[in-house]
């Protein structure tokens, strides 16, 4: 069974500055999907980022991108130039592309705190 | 632009009570999924749907029933509430075409067992 783990339980950043979010896997598939969501206070999970594991590139969203090490099984998050509306929770998350009903696996998440 | 719809936001319940949880999505989107999530945990996959008339197991389903009758709507049910059922539940959708389709979550349903 696919695992995914987020060593990190919380995460601080000063505003303008970056941050690496890590995130690690277990599979033993070849096809596959990463994504990044944010949980703001509000709860709604947001999209953030998606990688596709047969591209090499790594994905990047404005001031978000990805580092895809496909060998490590790792993907970490990168947020650039944090504001304080980064502030939030981060969760890394793994869908099989060959799992028909198309469930994610999550992480247990990263509290990422923006200090002003 | 209502999306992932869940009812009721927040419920406090006594052990042994039952109650549902409705998802309704408005995208006429394929797949539903039920997740809990808990502290330290992530979000876990308790049911979920493929397709009207059609549910499965997820990763902790043992305590909860489901049940999608009609495609817009997706129900989670406890019949005896436990306090180990305390959580906060998302439900989510997805299209049924495309390898990089995306999930829509709902707001969540905070829930508390007493």
């Known amino acids: 069974a696919q695992t995914v783990t987020q060593s990190q339980p919380e995460m601080s950043v000063q505003e303008a500055e970056t941050v690496t979010l890590s995130c690690t896997y277990d599979t033993s598939e070849s096809d596959y999907y990463l994504f990044w969501y944010k949980q703001p206070p509000s709860r709604q999970m947001i999209l953030v980022i998606r990688?596709?594991?047969?591209?090499?590139q790594n994905a990047t969203e404005n001031r978000f991108s990805v580092n895809f090490q496909k060998a490590a099984k790792s993907f970490s998050l990168k947020i650039s130039d944090s504001q304080l509306g980064d502030a939030a929770m981060y969760f890394c998350?793994?869908?099989?592309?060959?799992?028909?009903?198309?469930?994610?696996?999550f992480g247990s998440g990263t509290r990422l705190l923006v200090r002003p | 632009n209502a999306g992932v719809t869940q009812t009721p936001k927040f419920r406090v319940l006594k052990t042994g009570q039952s109650m549902t949880l409705l998802c309704a999505q408005d995208m006429n989107h394929e797949y539903m999924y039920w997740y809990r999530q808990d502290p330290g945990m992530g979000l876990r996959l308790i049911h979920y749907?493929?397709?009207?008339?059609?549910?499965a197991k997820g990763e902790v389903p043992d305590g909860y029933n489901v049940s999608r009758l009609k495609k817009q709507n997706f129900l989670l049910g406890l019949e005896s509430a436990a306090p180990s059922q305390t959580s906060v539940y998302f439900c989510a959708s997805r299209a049924l075409a495309g390898r990089t389709g995306e999930l829509f979550f709902g707001e969540g349903s905070r829930l508390t067992v007493l």
């Open positions: 998350a793994y869908r099989s592309a060959k799992d028909s009903s198309y469930k994610l696996i």
């Open positions: 749907s493929v397709g009207e008339g059609t549910t």
């Open positions: 990688q596709e594991a047969y591209k090499q």
